[in-house]
């Protein structure tokens, strides 16, 4: 089977910096991705990292170390509309199977 | 403009009644799949399909049925719906060339709020 785990929230500052961890278990890996998911909105495709490194897109990072079993997702300068939740998923390529973690709510303040 | 589209958005609808939502994308996508969304619990796959008449189970598939006879379309079944498939649903799509195959999903329909009483 697989399992991710994140944390469940965060609390940053309007401009600060965030990074949200996950780590993962699973029996065939190839790759690690991120969505953002507003209240009441559908969840919408931030990254994928299916190497180790960091992956940049504008303000949002991603990285993966698969030997650690364990990546990230940094958002810098951050906005209030950063406010969401975010989720870690990762396939399960010999089934196709997709699991998801279970999010981590993401809070800005002012 | 490339989208995923489930109808209903709302449903209430009582225990036993059967029920379809639909689910239809055109990004010409080969894999599809429906996911329930829980507090707590997260997104979690209920069916997936890798092509036409090519269907199986997720993590949750009870209580549910799914069908891909074309291409584009992937309708969620509840035969018999109970209050414990009062939840918020998600379809999902992506494609399979370039690697496509090997990646989480790519896009989401905007959900379907279903309520069994």
């Known amino acids: 089977g697989q399992s991710l785990e994140q944390p469940s929230e965060v609390t940053a500052v309007e401009g600060a910096i965030v990074q949200i961890n996950c780590t993962y278990q699973?029996?065939?890996?190839?790759?690690l991705s991120w969505y953002q998911q507003h209240d009441g909105g559908a969840p919408t495709f931030l990254s994928y990292n299916a190497l180790d490194g960091l992956e940049e897109t504008g303000r949002f990072s991603s990285f993966l170390s698969r030997s650690d079993s364990y990546g990230y997702l940094l958002l810098q300068e951050l906005q209030m509309k950063d406010s969401a939740s975010y989720f870690c998923a990762v396939l399960d390529g010999g089934y196709q199977k997709v699991t998801f973690g279970i999010g981590t709510k993401l809070q800005v303040i002012p | 403009e490339a989208q995923v589209t489930q109808n209903p958005r709302y449903l209430i609808t009582v225990t036993g009644k059967k029920l379809t939502v639909t689910c239809s994308q055109n990004m010409n996508h080969e894999y599809m799949s429906w996911y329930r969304q829980d507090p707590g619990l997260g997104l979690r796959q209920i069916y997936y399909s890798m092509n036409v008449e090519v269907t199986d189970k997720g993590d949750v598939p009870e209580g549910y049925k799914v069908s891909r006879k074309e291409k584009r379309n992937f309708p969620l079944i509840l035969e018999s719906p109970s209050p414990n498939q009062t939840s918020l649903y998600f379809c999902a799509s992506r494609g399979g060339e370039g690697g496509g195959h090997l990646n989480t999903e790519a896009f989401f329909g905007q959900g379907t709020r279903l309520t069994v009483v």
């Open positions: 699973t029996s065939g890996f190839y790759g």
